[in-house]
């Protein structure tokens, strides 16, 4: 897919992409509960319960009505979870669980409007504390996610911010007011029918592996249908792929420089010499 690279001049953009089943091929929550299992929090049937959710999400994906089931059910389960007990496993875990389900397709998109110079942006209905990690490993520039309410270091089971349906476009509509972002100018990928709102707040939506909901709206609307099926560790892919962020982008951008104007020079001097 081209993607055009940014005049500077011009007001900034920003890429925006949904997690589960978009960047990684399963849900991100759900793909923690073996070791919350073994940290202490939930208990084995939990883990049944956890891997069933998991199968008929990646089945079918989860209308509303069953994503709605399944914030009652994990808010529920994480009452009085140790918030920091969370935040070690997710670290401890985050590369064995999460690294070999990054689709490899997701990982070069989101290189591709890093080099053509816009802000990556993770917008997930998530917990903060999974999909923050989940960003830094990415290389995202944001993180939107779902922040459950705390006391005393533990969840209350209560949810303070949901990031779901249109409170994902009107959180887009907010850092793009904070940010700088012409959202007419930038791009947003999802798979579920729920982000609709999420993808018609920009200029360009992008559908990825679409439920049946969204791929009717797709076809409807004229979206683009994209089909991401490579899962792949972000350090097994090509080197030259690698996520390029803050100085090492300016780093590269100042060496490419450097190589082309090399090259004119040597093509010059080569020209006089004959």
Known sequence: MLVLVENHLSPRTA????????????????????????GG??????????????????????????????RKYLSELCRGWNVQQ???????????LIDPIIYDE???????HHLAG????????????????????????HVVATRMAVEDGRYTGRIDH????????????????????????????SDSV?????????GHPYAVNPDRGLRREAVSREWPVLT???PVRLHQRVPSLAIPTGPALALAAVGAAAATAGLVWYATRRRRTA
């Open 194 to 202: 729920t982000d609709v709102p999420m993808l018609e707040a920009v």
């Open 118 to 141: 816009r802000d990556v942006v993770i917008v997930s209905a998530s917990g903060a504390e999974v999909v923050e990690p989940i960003g830094e490993m990415l290389g995202a520039d």
């Open 162 to 189: 949901y990031v779901y349906g249109p409170a994902k476009a009107e959180a887009i509509a907010r850092l793009a007011e904070s940010e700088g972002y012409d959202l007419e100018r930038s791009f947003a990928y």
């Open 41 to 70: 929090l939930i208990n084995r049937r939990a883990v049944l319960r956890t891997a069933y959710a998991q199968f008929v999400y990646l089945l079918g994906g989860a209308d509303h009505d069953q994503m709605e089931g399944m």
């Open 228 to 230: 991401f099926s490579r």
């Open 15 to 38: 890429a925006f992409f949904d997690l589960d089943k978009t960047v990684i091929a399963k849900s991100s929550t759900l793909a923690f509960s073996r070791p919350f299992y073994q």
């Open 106 to 112: 997701a990982a070069s998109l989101i290189e591709e």
């Open 86 to 96: 969370v935040r070690e496993i997710v670290a401890e875990t985050l590369h064995d």
